[in-house]
């Protein structure tokens, strides 16, 4: 079982940045697959980043593409996501997860964990 925590969301202004973090406990952090997902009201959840265990593979949407950055720090199990030049449409409540291979991971019914999510809303 793992748990994870998110934190960092906010109100911030559009082309300003936040950047959030995902604190893990429980198993091994270091051997999961991580990834960022949102969801604005009405609307399905989006998948956002994903990041593999050693750090050596990313995947991003274009949505988000040269804007974002997904890190981890295995050593302070903790992931994050760097957000810049940040959008209105980038308003939603942000959810970290957890899988265990870097394969499928823009689809969230593939992670096995999730966080209970953070808000960030940005205003025009």
């Known amino acids: 079982q793992v748990q994870l925590v998110e934190s960092g969301g906010g109100l911030v202004q559009a082309g300003g940045s936040l950047r959030l973090s995902c604190a893990a406990s429980?198993?091994?952090?270091?051997?999961?697959?991580m990834g960022w997902f949102r969801q604005a009201p009405g609307k399905e959840r989006e998948f956002v980043a994903a990041l593999s265990s050693t750090g050596d593979y990313t995947y991003y949407p274009d949505s988000v593409k040269g804007r974002f950055t997904i890190s981890r720090d295995n050593t302070k199990n903790t992931v994050y996501l760097q957000m810049n030049s940040l959008k209105p449409e980038d308003t939603a409540v942000y959810y970290c997860?957890?899988?265990?291979?870097?394969?499928?991971?823009?689809?969230?019914?593939?992670?096995?964990?999730w966080g209970q999510g953070t808000q960030v809303t940005v205003s025009s």
């Open positions: 429980g198993r091994t952090f270091s051997g999961y697959t």
């Open positions: 997860a957890a899988k265990n291979y870097f394969s499928g991971v823009s689809r969230y019914n593939n992670y096995n964990y």
